[in-house]
Every structure is written in C-alpha cells, then in structure tokens.
C-alpha cells in the first residue's frame, strides 16, 4: 500500500481507494478534505491514470495551485505538470480555444472581465436611448449572468413569460433586447465574458456530439472540489461529461452551501445519488479543527435544517470550553465587550493578535468594531475588503461633508461634482482647473463664477454646473442650524445618493445602502455621545475631525504584523482561527431581514451560522445587542432564534438574562419571528424580502422622510437625586457605577464606571440612563 495512505483515517483511506464508479464524498467542517482530494489524484496517478486522463476542478487558483503542489511530492513534478487541474473558467476556456472554430469563433478570442462586461452594457443602454438611471449597467449585467448561469439564452428569454414579468416589475422591460445585442456584440468582437466560457462549453458538447465523446474519452476520471457551490452551468458540463463512465467523484458539505446569492445550487449535492443512481456516499466526520463542544454545538444547531444529508460530526480534541454568550446593552457595548475579552485572553492566554477573528454577517457592522479597537489601540486588518471609512461610498459622502464645510476642497470637489452623475465631464472639470490654476483661485470660486475667470463653457453646461452650486450653497446656508446628523441625513436625500443608490438592486447594491445606514447611525452616536459629555451643538465639522484621524489610521501600513482579522462570515469559509466571536447574533440581521418567510433562505442562514462557528479552533463566543441604532433611532432587538438552536448544554448564558444552561429554550422570551412591524430607514419604509428569478433580486422600495431624533434625558428616577454609589443602566454603555456627582442645575454631571465601556463623564440633562440599585 501506498506509504501516504497511512495517513488517512479510515473514512478518508475509503474515499481515497474507490474509484469504480460515482461517489460522492461528504466533507464535515475541518475533516481533510484537501487532503483526500490530493491523495485520490496522487493514488489515481499510481493506479495507471495518466495525468491529462483526469479532469479535476476547483473554484480557485489558489486551491488548484496548492492541491496540485502537493500531488507533485507525492508523485513528482514530471506526472502533476499534465494535470487537467484548474478552476472551472479556466480548463473551459482552454477546451473552447482548442474547439473555437465550432463555436464560430477564432482560437484567439478575447475574455472580457467585468468591467469589459458593464462598459459594453452601458454602451448598449445608451444606443438604445434607455434611462440609465432606470437600467443600471450593473443590475442589467447581473440579470444577464444569472440568465447565462442557467443556460438561457437570448432566444430562450424572450420567449419566457416569467422572466418577462420579473423585468417588467422591475420596469427594466428591454432587458430582453439588451441581453440579445450583447450576446451579438461580444460575438462580433470575437470575446466571451466569464458566464459565457461556461455556457459556450455546454452548447460545444451539446451541439457537437464527437467534441462531446472526445473529451469524455481524454478524462476518464473527473474530480470536483467545493460541489455544494456550483451552480447549474457547471453541474450540467460535469454531467454532459462524466455520464458515459461514470468516474466522477464530487467533494463537498452541504451543510456549507451559503453562495446561493451566486447562482449555486445546493440540489446539485443533495441529489448528486439520484442522477448518479450506483454513487457511492463516503462521510468524512471526524473534525481536526475543533474542541468536541464547538463540534457538538455546530451539530446541534445544523441538525434543525431539514433539506441536509445527515451526519455526524466529532471530534477527539479536548472538551473545551462552553460557547459563550455574551449580551450588550447596545452595539457600541457589543464592541467594548469584544475587545476587552481579546484583551483579557491575550493576557492570560498569550494568544497572537492573528489568532483572532470578528466575523460579522454584513461589511456595515465593521465599524463599531473597528471603533472600538482602534480606542484600544488593538491592530486589526479587513479580510477581502476595506475599512468602513475607506469604502467608496463612505468616501463619497464624506466627500460632500468636506465640501460644504469648506468649499475650497479641491480634492472633495473633484469627487463630487459630478456624483451621483449630473452630466458634468471631465472636459468641463479641465476647464475649471485650469481657470483656477490661471487666476489662483480654487475651484469652488472658478464655479461661481465661470465668466469672470474665463470658463470656456455652454449654456447646458453653465446651467449644470450652477445647479451644483446652489445644492452645496442650500447645505452650507443650513449647516449652522443643524447638528452633524441632522446635516448628514439631508445631505444624503437630498444631494441624490440614496435615490442613486436606490436604483441598483445588486447584492453590492444592497451592501452600500447597508453601509450609508451605519454611517448615519455612526454621526448620530457621536452626537449622541458629545452631547452627554457636555457638548451642545456638534457640528459636521466637529464629525469630520473626528473622521480624518480614523481615515488617517486606514492609511498605516504597518507591514505584516499580526492583526486581529474582521471580516464578513461569507468569507471566513475555509479559514480557521484560534478564537473566534461571531457578533449581532439578533432577529432581522442574523438571520437576515432578506431571509423573510422562506424556509429554503433560513436554512442558507442557519448553514452560515454552522459555517461561522466552525472556522473556530479553540474558543467561540457569540454576542447580540438589546438595542441597536437603526433606521433613525434606536431600536430594541431580539437575539436571534439560531442562538435557541444550540444545545444549551453547550451555552455558558449571559448572567443578564437570569437563565440557566439546564432551560430548554432559553432564548424562547425574547423570540419573535412572527413580528412583521417594519421601520422607516434612510432608503425607504420598508426592506422587502427579495423577489427570486434565478438568484435573489432585491425589489423597489418606497422612499419615506427620515425624522430627525433628539436626545431625550432620562426617564428613571430624577436625575438631581443621583448619587455615588449608584447603579445605573445606560442605553449605549450598559451597566455602570456612579463615582461621583458634580456640579448643579444645567450641569449637572455625573463620573461613571460601567462594565464595558470603561470611565465616562456624563452630562445628566442629555444622559440616557435609568437608575436600577
């Protein structure tokens, strides 16, 4: 027997060794399956399969480099080189170059990458003489792919009713006719998007039965990694494929299937023993990532779904520690208690800053969290994305703030003046800068007054840019009257971003109108937090010195360092940490608004959840907030009905709740699935769940005005009759002891010491607290 083989457990040894027919290999969370996939290929190899006799494909390059490196020390350089191993893009897109002229097309054709996609699609749009604001390149783009990833072509979708409709709703009804002069155009251009390299490959075997049985004879043994993530174009291609023979060996979990805002399609690894009716099912259960609690607790939780093939996961590490659950008062709380517990187990634990993870269901709740370290002076790093303040969107409207505090900007009135879109090019924008350079003015003065400093200009043009004027010149004659949040909120609705962003209702789309939320919510918390400390009338200007020190920070880069990593639970998959805390575990964020009332959605989240808690090694902590500022105010949440799925043997419960880990239910009380009641927000009256065609689609919204919230003194006992010694419980910092009480009448102040947030001053006319001890 192979030496290597001696390394497998005996699950893993089995998977490894059958290659009669189909099987389907069920990898349990941290269970080897890299390693089973490389030891078949390099046990193939020794077997008598030549190397480009077997098709194995993967979703990343990362994952076919490292896979095929590690059949090379199995079995030498030479052998692993001819490996048909690649992502699925890229071993098709080297099928349709060998077969091109079939397809009509030249061996050299080009690939077009996104924004190749999105110009052509604008371009189109244009020609057409639709309303760009109505048929967002990027919205029109997306429906396009999930057309394509499903096999439809232009012909097919003009004669689908549904999908009619669906564009209809969204008054996009000539997506239709776009679709069809795209697909013409980019074969006049000889090129082929990512969706078509998938697509092409499936009419290639479909229509050219010899192509067809060519390749099925070259690949007599296919492997595919990550099956619970393909979509239906590539389930189709591995089947057209691999269903002469029959050698086909899919790897995956299910229970890990969270893309399908993607296209993929978790039926394709549920029903892989239904289409290949001889599979044979391999469960590779032991985890060698985990303590038995966290394996336990990620069991108990997963075994809620209904649509899963069952397993049992364990592991034979140590017992470890209870998850534990921890309840803050408010989210600011929610990050102080964070960084205190990275804090306190780095001390007492010697744990590396890398060692731990902040995973969080949407990119918007990084910034309290990113707040919070950065007061502790704690380094942290966003995995796959940008810190709050460095995310275009933020930037943009800060960019605006920083215009109508001083118009002199340069710099924010380049980024601005003509966003969102208001016909002002960069033709135009080269004549004011030069006129500004010329007459050493900024460009705020050559815009007011384009002929005095010789702005060659139109009249159309002239109009347009006096419009800008008048919008920042409208904000900068209010911003004396209003507070930093009061302003902000105006400047969003009012310069156009949010009906900008209310147009597109792309999944990113939806990640800026959540970001655009959190900022307001931030501006209003440093009003909030200002006004308690003593300090009236918090400006824009006063938020914007706060803001250029964070964005400051952004911009250190201290090498590579260990950081604490923050990042969105889609993607962490595949990764592991030492400890790891999932946060705003509360109803209508995790599990998603989005989720609403459908069962196939919730079990997306609660998979996430799984996800989420087994990228932890050692410990796992899980917190949610009472209250949460959104939509305008503060507002009372739920925690989320996942933490009731857990064993509650497994919970170590947050004292606060006066429960036990013996309950049953212990979150029971605070559960309300069935409550329907929406809230205004800044981008509408209500967050529809998302209407489905192929993948979700976000629907239209209507827009209702934002009240401006005050601050509202205390509502528990008198606030003159406050003493040291006291206990209070704060709307945002919790519980907290009184130090000491100062001053009188209107300044009243008051020294407190809460759990979380540490030692603050609080002037007691605007403090939200309520005296309980």
Known sequence: ????????????????????????????????????????????????????????????????????????????????????????????????????????????????????????????IKEMQL???????????????????????????????????HDNACKMPAISDIYRRYWDRCRQAGAMDFDDLLFYTFLLFRDFPAILRKYQQQFKYILVDEYQDTNFAQHSIVLQLSKEHQKVCVVGDDAQSIYSFRGANIDNILKFTKLYQNAKVFKLEQNYRSTKTIVRAANSLIEKNLEQIRKEVFSEKSHGEPIEVFQAY?????????????????????????????????????????????????????????????????????????????????????????????????????????????????????????????????????????????????????????????????????????????????????????????????????????????????SLSDFLSEVS???????????????????????????????????????????????????????????????????????????????RFKYGKMEFANPSRFLSDIDPSFLQMPRELGITRQKEEPFSRFKSPQNKQQTPSLFGSEREKPKQTFAKVVGPRNLTKVENIQAKPSTGTSVTALQSGQHIEHERFGIGEVLKVEGSGENLKATVKFQNAGEKQLLLKFARFTVIS
Not at 133 to 152: D, T
Not at 376 to 397: A, C, H, T, W
Not at 577 to 586: H, I, L, S, T, Y
């Open 131 to 165: 309303d760009e604001k109505a048929y967002k390149p990027g919205s029109v783009q997306g429906q396009i792919s999930n057309a394509k990833n499903h096999l439809v072509s232009p012909d097919a979708y003009a004669v689908n009713r549904e999908l009619r409709e």
């Open 1 to 124: 027997m192979t030496k290597y083989l001696d390394e497998l457990n005996d699950s893993q040894r089995a998977a490894v060794l059958y290659n009669e027919g189909p099987s389907l290999v069920i990898a349990g969370a941290g269970s080897g399956k890299t390693r089973v996939l490389t030891y078949k290929i390099a046990y193939l190899l020794e077997s008598g399969y030549e190397p480009w006799s077997i098709l194995a494909l993967t979703f990343t390059n990362k994952a076919a480099r490292e896979m095929k490196e590690r059949i090379a020390k199995q079995v030498g350089e030479e052998r692993a080189r001819y490996l048909w191993m690649g992502t699925f893009h890229s071993v098709f897109s080297r099928i349709l170059r060998a077969e091109a002229d079939s397809i009509g097309f030249t061996s050299n054709f080009t690939i077009y990458d996104t924004s190749d996609s999105k110009s052509l699609i604008r371009s189109i």
């Open 330 to 538: 408010s989210d600011v709380e929610e990050g102080d208690i964070v960084t205190n517990k990275i804090t306190e187990l780095r001390m007492s634990q010697h744990y590396s800053y890398d060692d731990f993870a902040i995973l969080y269901r949407t990119n918007a709740q990084s910034r309290i969290f990113e707040e919070a370290l950065r007061k502790r002076n704690l380094p942290y790093k966003i995995y796959g994305g940008l810190s709050f303040y460095q995310r275009k969107e933020i930037k943009d409207v800060i960019a605006y703030f920083r215009l109508i505090v001083n118009p002199n900007d340069e710099e924010a009135f380049k980024r601005i003046i003509n966003y969102p879109a208001r016909g002002i090019g960069e033709t135009t924008v080269g004549k004011l800068v030069e006129a500004a350079n010329t007459h050493s003015v900024s460009l705020w003065d050559a815009l007011c007054s384009p002929l005095e400093f010789g702005v060659n200009i139109n009249k159309g043009t002239h109009t347009k840019l006096q419009g800008f004027k008048e919008l920042i010149e409208n904000f900068i004659r209010v911003l004396p009257e209003r507070n930093a949040y009061e302003m902000a909120t105006s400047v969003i609705k009012e310069a156009g971003i949010m009906s900008e962003i209310m147009m597109d209702r792309t999944p990113e789309n939806m990640s800026r109108q959540e970001n655009l939320e959190e900022l307001a919510s931030g501006i209003h918390d440093f009003c909030a937090m200002r006004e308690e400390e003593g300090n009236e009338n918090i």
């Open 549 to 627: 020190l964070l964005s400051d920070q952004d911009n250190d880069k201290s090498g590579d360092e260990a950081k604490i990593t923050l990042m969105t639970i889609h993607s962490a998959k595949g990764l592991e940490f030492r400890n790891v805390f999932v946060v705003g575990m509360e109803e209508n964020l995790f599990p998603s608004m989005m989720s609403g009332d459908s069962p196939r959605a919730m079990e997306e989240e609660r998979r996430l959840f799984y996800v989420a808690i087994t990228r932890a090694e050692e410990h796992c902590f899980l917190s949610y907030a009472k209250m």
